[in-house]
């Protein structure tokens, strides 16, 4: 079949799937609006769409080698840049980044620009000319580029290193949304969800490899799309009778900074902000009396659970008690590090609101610069980490031409753009919605989102509000709310019918099982054709280079499992980490390895190391949870912009290495010339 045949079956398959998708979708709301349980719709749009994705890996399962590691490189520009769309839209994009808007205001636009514009390098430095490279990873490129004397596989290794340790944050970012929405509508515990969405991910990744993947991945765009437009669009049509979010949200702007600059000055907020600096400075006196407060509140926490056993209580309340002792510090150094952490967020909720519409909005001139800064940092790694992306990157191997690879890049752009100017509408409508309704209304007419929210994790609720100040009326201070949840909530926030709810559910799903596969399988082929077949057994088969991969998948996959169910950090933590910890590893060796024939060998390896080393030294030493302090951040650039110092370090440390030592072979200048010359 001729290129232009596949394509045109290709468009004709999936037009039918998305007319399908939404009778389907219609026939759900009719079910809703006679009479069936809400689960049941729930569980039906869960099973339905996974079964979609898991018929289409079973369809597409192979074990040929090319068809497995790159969809045998004949993926269309457009479908491409639609899978390489779904396998960027991954949780932080569908689930926090609304979330991280609506908390941070115009400093969450970091994130858009930040990520849009990496693709506009990924398009200009790197996608032609790895797709003319022609191979299946971005390590063997790199081992290819800066291959050592006497077939030194040292660079290769440091690549798979990295990519490994790249992928491995940003999939347990992924699983961690995967458990938190198949425990939501399924009703399951956090960590069974988790596991049970991985069955999903496997289903695809493990028959079909990228082949698979990418099918799957356009098919779950679809979902994403839909499922992200159909509530904000609602919204806006309540809000401003206009079905374009993307163009009604500006009216809301002005209206939010008035309803800020009320919290500001009402005296009930003051009151609530002004309880909380006095649990604060409660907090302060119990850390300055460490360890005696800490063994007195211990003591008086064993002594109520023992008087419950003794037959005052009733079960519930021993189970309580008994949990509230569990949950305490274990010794007075944890003690002091969680009631410090405790301290440090009641003195943020203790302030007033800022407008989060004004750019770099601060109390104080110094520090709305440092907010500028941070802003600035942020942009760049996410940019420079998104062009260094292994399994971004991968998906440029896929096309079956050069030509093709740079217009998937567009496409890939167009598709995201569709969601990207939407996000903050989303974030707007929802805040206005919450600012106008739930703000000011009584506690005893809560709705019940709040409720239901509240109890997914009750170690760490994702909804939290308490009458502080017991006047029976909810104040802005007194509500705390996970970004992870606005979009899932945002179709009960704003009363819509449940089948959006589970339709946003269903998008989040395809979001973070499509970023996931993608991550996984880039991985599992790192480590079988990188380090298995070119370094151990370069003589193996294809067939047992592909049962390689799919056990190396495996095996990542239930690790990472693991490690999500221990809720490491929120989404666009993990995810923020693992884009500074890409540009400064991978980002110089790629550009300079494409446009500086002078690079070597050796200035690749001290310069990936160089830049590795100075990331996550950065974070180590000023992230408090990895036992850092935010007083070592050097010109107050926060941890999650570490790329700001790995990425000079590691180009500096590779040119100065490469200049001082032997240039590199003939092999190494040709083949930088056969790459830059175009198909």
């Known amino acids: 079949m001729t290129q232009k045949g596949f394509r045109q079956k290709l468009t004709l398959y999936y037009l039918w799937y998305t007319l399908l ?7 759900l709301s009719i079910l809703e609006k006679e009479g069936v349980p809400r689960v049941w719709i729930g569980y039906l749009f869960m099973f339905v769409t996974v079964v979609i994705y898991a018929g289409i890996g079973l369809v597409s399962r192979t074990s040929d080698l090319a068809e497995y590691y790159v969809a045998g490189r004949r993926v269309p520009a457009v479908f491409n840049g639609m899978a390489t769309a779904a396998d960027w839209i991954s949780a932080a994009s569908f689930l926090s980044l609304a979330g991280g808007l609506y908390l941070q205001g115009f400093d969450g636009l970091a994130y858009l620009v930040g990520w849009t514009g990496g693709f506009c390098l990924v398009a200009m430095l790197i996608a032609p000319y790895i797709r003319k490279f022609g191979q299946y990873t971005i390590a063997d490129f790199l081992g290819t580029r800066f291959r050592g004397p006497e077939e030194t596989h040292l660079v290769r290794i440091l690549a798979v290193a990295a990519t490994v340790f790249i992928s491995f944050i940003y999939v347990v970012a992924q699983i961690y949304g995967v458990g938190l929405i198949t ?9 069974v969800g988790i596991f049970l969405g991985l069955a999903s991910i496997l289903v695809c990744s493990f028959l079909g490899g990228m082949r698979a993947i990418t099918w799957t991945q356009v098919a779950q765009y ?40 009320q919290f500001r000055t009402d005296p009930h907020e003051q009151q609530v902000r002004q309880l909380y600096l006095q649990q604060a400075a409660a907090l302060k006196t119990k850390i300055e009396q460490l360890p005696e407060s800490w063994l007195k509140d211990r003591a008086e926490l064993q002594h109520k659970l023992d008087e419950l056993k003794a037959g005052k209580g009733s079960l519930i309340d021993i189970r309580k008690a008994s949990g509230q002792l ?23 909720k203790a302030q007033p609101p800022l407008s989060q519409f004004a750019p770099y ?10 907010k500028r800064n941070n802003f600035i940092a942020l942009v760049i790694c996410l940019m420079l980490g998104t062009a260094a992306l292994p399994h971004v990157l991968t998906r440029y191997y896929t096309t079956p031409s050069v030509t093709e690879a740079r217009d998937s890049v567009f496409w890939s752009l167009f598709f995201i753009m569709l969601l990207y100017v939407t996000i903050p509408a989303l974030a707007v409508l929802v805040k ?14 809560l709705p019940s989102w709040v409720s239901y929210w509240a109890h997914i994790d009750k170690t760490n609720p ?15 201070a007194e509500i705390t709310l996970d970004g992870d949840i606005i979009v899932l909530a945002t ?18 799903l395809a979001a973070a099982l499509s970023t996931a596969d993608g991550l996984l399988l880039t991985i599992s082929n790192s480590l079988s054709h990188d380090i298995y077949f070119r370094i151990i057994d370069p003589h193996a088969s294809t067939q047992k280079r592909v049962t390689i991969s799919k056990l190396f998948l495996l095996l990542i996959a239930l690790l990472a499992a693991y490690v999500a169910s221990l809720k490491p950090a929120d989404i666009l933590s993990l995810v923020g980490a693992a884009f500074s910890v890409a540009a400064s590893t991978l980002f110089p060796a790629l550009v300079l390895g494409i446009f500086w024939k002078r690079a070597n060998h050796q200035g690749a390896i001290a310069g990936m190391i160089a830049g590795f080393s100075m990331c996550v030294f950065y974070m180590l030493y000023t992230h408090p949870l990895f036992g850092g302090s935010v007083s070592h951040q050097w010109w107050n650039i926060a941890p999650i912009s570490a790329g700001i110092f790995g990425v000079p370090a590691g180009a500096f440390v590779m040119l100065f290495v490469s200049l001082l030592t032997p240039p590199p072979d003939k092999h190494a200048t040709e083949f930088v010339d056969y790459i830059r010359v175009p198909d």
Do not use: C
């Not at 839909?226 to 904000?232: G, L, N, Q, R, S």
């Not at 206005?432 to 007419?445: A, E, R």
């Not at 179709?491 to 989040?508: D, M």
């Open 491 to 508: 179709p009960e926030i704003a009363g819509l019918p449940y089948v959006v709810s589970a339709l946003v559910a269903a998008g989040g």
């Open 462 to 476: 994702l909804v939290s509000i308490t009458d502080i100040n017991h006047d029976g009326l909810v104040q802005l």
């Open 222 to 261: 679809i979902i994403i799309l839909i499922a992200f437009m159909i509530p904000v669009s609602w919204l806006s049509l309540k809000h401003a009778d206009s079905l374009l979010p993307q163009v009604s949200y500006g009216q809301f702007l002005n209206k939010l900074s008035d309803k800020e600059q």
């Open 361 to 370: 909005a601060a109390a104080t001139p110094a520090d709305s610069a440092v």
């Open 183 to 191: 425990s939501r509508f399924t009703g399951v515990d956090f960590s």
């Open 432 to 445: 206005y919605d919450l600012y106008t309704n739930l703000v000011g209304s009584s506690f005893s007419h």
């Open 21 to 27: 998708f939404m009778v389907f979708l219609i026939s």
């Open 326 to 348: 569990a949950r305490y510090p274990q010794s007075a150094a944890e003690a002091a590090q969680r009631w410090q952490e405790a301290r440090q967020q009641l003195m943020a």
